[in-house]
């Protein structure tokens, strides 16, 4: 079945030790995005990529990078995790021009130790 | 700033009733409107899409949409204990699909 994967489902890590999130798509779509949830909010859209073009949120903070070396592929790299940053954060894509939907991966929950 | 509103809840109904959930957008030009489920611990889970005044109705789901009251409801037709949950309502302003997300309205429905 086409679908977002998401590894690992569960991340832990120290305080200032670099972490990074992959997700992979079997969908095809051309547009993937990285969200931040933290417990009862809504989920807060940290970029996306529309192919390799990125496109970075104005309040992302720096400490996060993405990269995405090919349509099936996105990491989200955090260079040095602060203990603010555990949350769950979320992968989607779409098809850019098809109706806006957005499908997401199952999350990774990244504490912060 | 473009905002989506939702009551947090919890939205209590009894197994088999009607659960009505609600939300207002600030933005008068939003083009696409969504309603996810995300149950405890996991990711949201598109439930519903409208684009257009009216109903749309799939299965016990119907959205509703009045763009002139800026307003988008989600009708869950007879309640089940697995439908509780939250539900969070996506608004698009179009560009490239970015989705502004409201909190979440937590529906528990009582067997």
């Known amino acids: 079945d086409a679908m977002v994967i998401q590894n690992p489902r569960y991340q832990v890590t120290q305080f200032g030790k670099p972490v990074t999130l992959s997700c992979s798509q079997t969908l095809n779509h051309n547009v993937m995005y990285w969200y931040q949830q933290k417990s009862s909010q809504a989920p807060k859209l940290l970029f996306h990529?529309?192919?390799?073009?990125?496109?970075n949120e104005a309040d992302t903070p720096d400490n996060f990078q993405s990269r995405r070396p090919n349509t099936s592929f996105c990491f989200l790299d955090i260079r040095s995790p602060g203990l603010g940053d555990a949350a769950m954060y979320l992968c989607?894509?779409?098809?850019?021009?098809?109706?806006?939907?957005?499908?997401f991966g199952p999350g990774t929950r990244l504490t912060v130790l | 700033q473009k905002e989506v509103e939702q009551n947090s809840g919890p939205l209590s109904v009894p197994e088999g009733a009607i659960a009505s959930l609600n939300c207002t957008y600030s933005d008068r030009v939003s083009q696409s409107f969504f309603w996810y489920r995300q149950y405890s611990g996991k990711s949201p889970e598109l439930i519903m899409s409208i684009y257009s005044n009216g109903d749309k109705e799939d299965g016990r789901f119907t959205a509703q949409l009045n763009k002139a009251s800026q307003y988008v409801s989600l009708l869950i037709r007879d309640s089940q204990p697995s439908d509780s949950a939250t539900y969070l309502c996506a608004v698009s302003w179009g560009g490239f699909q970015k989705l502004v997300f409201g909190t979440g309205t937590r529906l528990l429905v009582s067997p």
């Open positions: 989607a894509t779409s098809i850019l021009g098809r109706n806006d939907e957005q499908f």
């Open positions: 990529y529309y192919d390799k073009d990125f496109n």
